[in-house]
C-alpha cells in the first residue's frame, strides 16, 4: 500500500474520530493503527453508506422474484450486491473525498478525514481506490452482460456526483440516480433487461434518497453556509420538513406502483407500509432537530428500507406456496 504523508497545508487532528462514525468502532479500537487511515476513507466505521447503496438493490432482487414466480430472491446475487455495495461505497467515498479534500478541511464534521486532516496522500488515495475498483469489477462480471454494461454505465453519475454540490443547490438528486443505480441492477440481473417495475422501484429509491439525505445536510448547514457547499437542506430552508415529505410520500407511491406492476400481492403492500410508516416517523422527528437527531433519523433509513426488502422477499415466498 503507497505510503501515507501529509498534504501541504492541510492539518487537522490526527487519527481522532470522526463525528458520523459510529461510537466505539473496531476501526478506531483495534484496527492497526497504519490501516485505519484507509479504512476511514474506505467509511468502513460508518456502514450506513453501503447499507443505503444495497437495499435498492435487494428491493429489485425481491420484485424480480415476485414477478419470475421465484420463491425468494437469488441468495447468489444478494451475495454479490452486498460486496459489491461494501466495495464501490467504498471507492465511490474515496473519490469523493479526493475531489472535496479542500472543501472537508473547511466542514467541523469533516476536517478530521483522512484527506484533509493529512493521513493519507492524494497519490495513496488514488492508488486505494484503484485499487477498490479493480475489486467490484470483478463483482460486477459475474452477472450477465446487460448488468455488466448497466453497472458500468453508472460510473458517470458516480463521476460527477462530487463537483454538483459547487453548481446546483440539489446535489442529492445526483447522489440520487448514483446510490439508485441498484434498484436497475437488482432487476437486470434476473431478467436481462429492464421493465417498469425495474424503472419505479429505481425513481423511488432517488426519491427516498433526496429524503434522507436532505436530512443528514442538515447537519451541516452553518459550515455549508461558510465554505459556499450546496444542499437541498439549504435550499429547502424553513420548508425542509415538508419537503422531505414530499420525498418520501413520492417514494412510498412509486414502491406500491412497482410492486404492483410486478405482481405483488398483500405482504409486498405491508412491506410497503412499513416503509410508509418509519419515513413518516422520520418526518415528524425533523422540525428543530440537533446535528445528533438529524444524524441519528439518516442512520434508521436502513431499517426503513429493509422493512419494505422484507414485504417483497416475503411475498414471493407466500406466492411460490400458493
Not at 458500468?152 to 442529492?172: C, E, G, N, W
Request: glycine share 10%; proline share 6%; hydrophobic share 55%.
Amino acid at each position: 500500500m503507497p505510503g501515507v504523508s501529509p498534504e501541504p497545508g492541510l492539518t487537522a487532528p490526527k487519527d481522532a474520530p470522526l463525528p458520523d462514525a459510529l461510537r466505539g468502532h473496531w476501526v478506531d479500537t483495534r484496527a492497526p493503527a497504519a490501516l485505519r487511515p484507509f479504512l476511514k476513507l474506505a467509511r468502513i466505521e460508518r456502514p450506513i453508506g453501503w447499507w443505503l447503496l444495497l437495499l435498492p438493490c435487494w428491493w429489485a432482487a425481491g420484485l424480480a422474484a415476485i414477478a419470475a414466480g421465484a420463491p425468494f430472491p437469488d441468495p447468489w446475487h444478494c451475495l454479490l450486491f452486498l460486496v459489491g455495495a461494501v466495495v464501490m461505497r467504498a471507492a465511490g467515498s474515496t473519490f469523493n473525498d479526493i475531489v472535496d479534500r479542500k472543501l472537508d478541511a473547511q466542514v467541523a464534521r469533516t476536517r478530521g478525514r483522512p484527506l484533509p486532516s493529512g493521513q493519507v496522500s492524494t497519490r495513496a488515495a488514488v492508488a486505494f481506490m484503484g485499487g477498490l475498483s479493480l475489486a467490484g469489477l470483478v463483482v460486477l462480471l459475474q452477472f450477465n452482460s446487460f448488468t455488466v454494461g448497466l453497472g458500468i454505465a453508472s460510473l458517470a453519475i458516480v463521476a460527477i456526483y462530487p463537483f454538483m454540490k459547487r453548481i446546483t443547490d440539489m446535489p442529492q438528486f445526483v447522489l440520487g440516480l448514483a446510490f439508485s443505480w441498484g434498484g436497475l441492477v437488482g432487476w437486470s440481473a434476473v431478467f436481462g433487461r429492464l421493465d417498469a417495475p425495474a424503472w419505479l422501484i429505481y425513481a423511488a429509491a432517488i426519491a427516498w434518497t433526496i429524503g434522507y439525505d436532505t436530512i443528514y445536510a442538515m447537519q451541516d448547514l452553518e459550515d455549508d453556509v461558510i465554505a459556499g457547499i450546496r444542499s437541498s437542506a439549504r435550499y429547502f430552508g424553513g420548508w425542509t420538513r415538508e419537503a422531505v415529505a414530499a420525498c418520501f410520500a413520492l417514494s412510498v407511491a412509486l414502491a406500491a406502483l412497482a410492486a404492483w406492476l410486478a405482481g405483488g400481492g398483500a405482504l409486498a403492500f405491508a412491506g410497503v407500509a412499513a416503509f410508509a410508516a418509519h419515513l413518516g416517523w422520520q418526518v415528524s422527528r425533523i422540525e428543530g432537530a440537533s446535528s445528533a437527531t438529524a444524524l441519528a433519523l439518516f442512520r434508521s433509513n436502513r431499517d426503513a428500507g429493509l422493512l419494505l426488502a422484507a414485504g417483497f422477499a416475503l411475498d414471493a415466498l407466500a406466492r411460490s406456496m400458493l
